[in-house]
């Protein structure tokens, strides 16, 4: 089974021609020359918005472009920023999670016709240290613009009003029109329902800042500003965003002596993964109910400790994963699942169980509390000249 092209997000020390290794993503020496072009006829700019519901973490990196979906192990534990604002957010089941994801694609520029190096033709019949020095993979196109995504938490104070908002949402949800926001104020005003909003931005102006970070009407201007400072200086305010990865054999490169070891280490990487977020999700539950506990019913023997203590045992969960992935990274030949590792290394894995019986929210409140039609929760278009979304 041969490698092919991956798409992924940029890290510092890529460039066109650098080699890459697969498995950890790290940028190695430049191994591939070549012209550097757009396509033909093709220099238009791209732009999108959306508003989507958020259920888990794993979603959330959907959105950040570091998903499973992406099957490499530079889209999983090499992208540290993107990754960092996912685990800040802390998504959970029991509230309602909004992310307002906007991007600017200018002309996507590549290799066309990638050849070797002058020093990477000398040792290639070295694979062992061919490898060493430029990996596996090269940057082959590099993709510029921005990316924007905000996370927007509605929290509220009992059952009730969750129902009510989630009612009075359905169907005319349009956060950032004149109609939308007024009624985002007014049931505001209505619920006393507390909003959180964090905002992850790559590309664009410097000091992109919220003065209130509760306000979506301030979320709304930073947004125009964001996709405005496209329109009005596009190559100062874009940044690589993501790259393509393609394997060194297409320029007449050595085929990796271990591919079939490559893939599996992949396949491990995804399970660390989807594990990761998953535990990630109930860390975040624990640490929600532990912050919150006054809006909980405990029922004997649980008590506020158990939660605690449960808190610990996900993050020793999430330790062990990261040591898992960390050994598919670091040598292939030994990659494993987490719970392989565990029982290689004397452990127990997964430690974290949601306690029994689990805390309740007081008032009958429901697991997820909000449950709104994400077909109906699209926002009416913005306009800004030049990018129409």
Known sequence: MALTQATVPYQPGYNYGVGADLASGSPMGKVVGGSVSGVENALGDTAGFQITRIHSTSDLQETLGIGVEIGVGVGFFGVSARFNFAKQSKIHSHSLFMAITAFVNLEFQSIDDPTLTE????????????STRYGNMFVRGVG??????AVMNIDTSSAEESKSISAELEGSYGLFSAEGKTKFD????????????????????ADLAMGDLNDP????????????????????NSVPYYVTLAPIAIANGPIPPNVADIQHAQDILVICATERSATLDQLNLMDYISRNSSR?????????????????SYQADLDLIAATASQAINDVTKAVTPAEFATKTGKVYPQGMQPEPMPTLKQGLPQPPIAIDIDKLRA???KVEGLNL
């Open 119 to 130: 020093g990477a033709k000398e040792i290639i019949n070295r694979p062992d240290v061919f």
């Open 144 to 149: 510029r613009g921005g990316l924007f995504v």
């Open 186 to 205: 007014s049931l505001q005003a209505k619920y006393h329902s507390e909003t959180q909003i964090k905002v992850y931005h790559e590309g664009g102006p």
């Open 217 to 236: 009407a301030e979320l709304y201007e930073i947004l125009k500003t964001w996709l405005k400072s496209f329109k009005e200086n596009p190559e100062q």
């Open 296 to 312: 909980y019913d405990f029922l004997a023997p649980i008590t506020p400790a158990d939660i605690a203590k449960v808190s610990a």
């Open 380 to 382: 009416k278009p913005i």
